[in-house]
């Protein structure tokens, strides 16, 4: 059983930072990208950023000099530092993989449980 557990969140005040760590456990043979989402309450979930197993990240418009993420392969586990965080970085944070559990077997997506990041003004 795979799971994604996130650490990290927390309460902090504007212009401050946090680092998101999100490690991936059980039984994978690969993960192909990785990323983070987030929803506030009453608005949809979306993307903040993302990294493949190779190639470019991608990052949301509004992090993009702010958020960066990155990649342990070694452990499995994806990193999310925040910086010059803003009220309207309070959300819920989710970390996402897409992986095999063994060769030759379709992809699967797995999310975690959500860490929380409140930035107070």
């Known amino acids: 059983q795979v799971r994604l557990v996130e650490s990290g969140g927390g309460l902090v005040q504007a212009g401050e930072s946090l680092r998101l760590s999100c490690a991936a456990s059980?039984?994978?043979?690969?993960?192909?990208?990785m990323g983070w989402y987030r929803q506030a309450p009453g608005k949809q979930r979306e993307l903040v950023a993302a990294?493949?197993?190779?190639?470019?990240?991608n990052y949301a418009d509004s992090v993009k000099g702010r958020f960066t993420i990155s990649r342990d392969n070694a452990k499995n586990t994806v990193y999310l530092e925040m910086n010059s965080l803003k009220p309207e970085d309070t959300a819920l944070y989710y970390c996402?993989?897409?992986?095999?559990?063994?060769?030759?077997?379709?992809?699967?997506?797995?999310w975690g449980q959500g860490t929380q990041v409140t930035v107070s003004s």
């Open positions: 996402n993989a897409h992986l095999f559990l063994r060769r030759w077997t379709p992809m699967r997506e797995y």
């Open positions: 059980g039984t994978i043979f690969s993960i192909n990208a």
């Open positions: 990294i493949p197993s190779e190639g470019t990240t």
